[in-house]
Structures are given as C-alpha cells and as structure tokens.
T-cell receptor, first 114, second 110 residues
Framework: DGGITQSPKYLFRKEGQNVTLSCEQNLNHDAMYWYRQDPGQGLRLIYYSQIVNDFQKGDIAEGYSVSREKKESFPLTVTSAQKNPTAFYLC?????????????FGPGTRLTVL | GNSVTQMEGPVTLSEEAFLTINCTYTATGYPSLFWYVQYPGEGLQLLLKATKADDKGSNKGFEATYRKETTSFHLEKGSVQVSDSAVYFCALMNTDKLIFGTGTRLQVFP
C-alpha cells in the first residue's frame, strides 16, 4: 500500500533535548512538508522540500531543522531552541509543489516535552 | 496576504440534520480551495476541492462551491451521520503552500 508513515505516534522528551521525527513516503512524490498543529489552531508550515537536497523555511521554522537526503524521507529535528515544542506534528507530500497538487498527510506524531 | 477564516465550533447536530460550515478567504490571484477532514487522533484527509470560480467540489455527500464574488467556500451536507464527527479544515493554495483555517469541530449525536 502506498502512503506516508510517521513514527512514533507518541513521543516524550525532556526539556532541552533534541528529538527527530520520522516521515517516510512510498508515493514517489517530489515534494514533502512538515506542519505543526496546536489546539484550536490550523496547521502551520514549518519546512518544505520540493526536491531532494533542497528545502525552504515555512512560516515557523525557528527551532527546527530538516534534511532531504532521499526522495522518500524528510526527517524533522525539534531542537532545544524551540521554545514551545509540545504539539501534534504532521508530515505531508505531493507529486510536485504547486497549485494543482493535492497534499497527502501522514497520521501524525504527538510530541510532549516534559 | 492570504488567509482563511472559518466559523468557530463546535457545531453540534443531531443525526440527519443539515450541515453548513462557513469558510471565507482572502487571497491575491486565483487560489485553489480545499476542505480537509481530521478524525480523532489521525492526520488530515482531503475531502473535496475546487480549482476555479463556480466549481463545485463534492465527496461522500459533502459539497462546497467556489464563490469568487463572496470569496467563500462553505461546506454543506444534507444529512449528517454520527461518523461525520471530526474537525473540518478549510484551506487555500495560491502558490505552492497550503494556508489553513483554524478548523471547525463537528459533533453529531444519534
């Protein structure tokens, strides 16, 4: 089955620790995205990548980092510089970045920083 | 800039009631418009979309019409079911980014 997987579903970390969230897709999509979702708010774009070895900052990139070494993988690192990291993180992909291309979402990772 | 405004929830309905969730947008140019649904503890699924003015998107009994004159994309369903309980997000795409509204929670009771 084609799709997007995110792991783990729940993640707990101590304050001050970096943590990496996994996102893998087997849809052969070029573009991948990371969003953050907070209660009562819409999704906000953290980073996106239109092609391997290239990525751009979204609206709330501070305190996060990404890499895109392989087409199917787009891991997100939440660093200790992120002031309020507890949130639900969603990964998405699309055939290409652009107006006509639907984004497919993974099931999400809920990160709790203690 | 680009933005999406949705009605605040929760929307609480009895089964078989008529549903409307309002969505208006601000955008330069001609955006594409989307409705996504999020069931508890899950990611988002595309529900329907419209790419130009007067287009009607439809899926699973839900409909929304792209109204350029009122900059709106209201979601409707004639008869809701308990299984429709979820959070619904309106979104627009104008270049290569999706801009989301804050989401509207729908609760349907038997």
């Amino acid at each position: 089955d084609g799709g997007i997987t995110q792991s783990p579903k729940y993640l707990f970390r101590k304050e001050g620790q970096n943590v990496t969230l996994s996102c893998e897709q087997n849809l052969n999509h070029d573009a991948m995205y990371w969003y953050r979702q907070d209660p009562g708010q819409g999704l906000r774009l953290i980073y996106y990548s239109q092609i391997v070895n290239d990525f751009q900052k979204g609206d709330i990139a501070e305190g996060y980092s990404v890499s895109r070494e392989k087409k199917e993988s787009f891991p997100l690192t939440v660093t200790s510089a992120q002031k309020n990291p507890t949130a639900f993180y969603l990964c998405a992909s699309s055939v290409l970045a652009g107006v006509m291309n639907e984004q497919f979402f993974g099931p999400g990772t809920r990160l709790t920083v203690l | 800039g680009n933005s999406v405004t949705q009605m605040e929830g929760p929307v609480t309905l009895s089964e078989e009631a008529f549903l409307t969730i309002n969505c208006t947008y601000t955008a330069t140019g001609y955006p594409s418009l989307f409705w996504y649904v999020q069931y508890p503890g899950e990611g988002l699924q595309l529900l329907l979309k419209a790419t130009k003015a007067d287009d009607k998107g439809s899926n699973k009994g839900f409909e929304a019409t792209y109204r350029k004159e009122t900059t709106s994309f209201h979601l409707e369903k004639g008869s809701v079911q308990v299984s429709d309980s979820a959070v619904y997000f309106c979104a627009l795409m104008n270049t290569d980014k999706l801009i989301f509204g804050t989401g509207t929670r729908l609760q349907v009771f038997p």
